[in-house]
Every structure is written in structure tokens, then in C-alpha cells.
């Protein structure tokens, strides 16, 4: 493990597989390592229902800290997100200077 993932913030993302639905930021965990075993934490805890409906996790390399409000960090999330694509479809629809 490179110093840079162990310093790393990582979000643990639940999101459902057959809706494409996002439930948002579950944790924010320090370094891959920590975020590797809180995940499988997480999982192992999820009922066989919650799974069989199509709800798993999934680890996004993040600047949000670590052991913030999952609430606060899904909104900070999704507001990037958002910033991010608005700024994908304004550089799509700029006209390409042609020399």
C-alpha cells in the first residue's frame, strides 16, 4: 500500500444495482485499508433481503473527511457530482476553435 492510500479518504457508497438509485454516503474512512474492512463491516450486516432487492457498496476515493455526517457527505457528494457533469455539458456545447 502506497503512502498516498493510506492517507486517502474513501466514501462508502450504497447504491441498489437493479434501480441504478444512489442511497448516498453510508461512511468517510481514512486510508483503503480501514475503507476495505468497514465496507466488508457493512456488508456482513446487510440482511439477505437488503441484497436479494439489489442494495451493495462500493468504495469512491474521496477529499471529504473522514467520520463526517453520512447525510452531510452524500449532499456534499452529489453537489460535486453535480458541478462535475454541468461542467462536462458546458464544455460539450462551447464551440471547438478551429485553427
Known sequence: MTRQESKA???IIRHNVRTYVSAGVVEVVRGQQN????????ENCQS?????????YFLEETDLKPGMNPEEATQLRWAA???????????????IERR
Request: zero cysteines; hydrophobic letters at 30%.
Open 81 to 95: 457530482q453535480e458541478a462535475r457533469e454541468n461542467k462536462a455539458m458546458s464544455e460539450q456545447s462551447s464551440p
Open 9 to 11: 479518504s474513501y466514501a
Open 48 to 56: 439477505s433481503e437488503d441484497r436479494q432487492l439489489g442494495w451493495r
Open 35 to 42: 475503507a476495505t474492512l468497514a465496507m466488508r463491516e457493512v
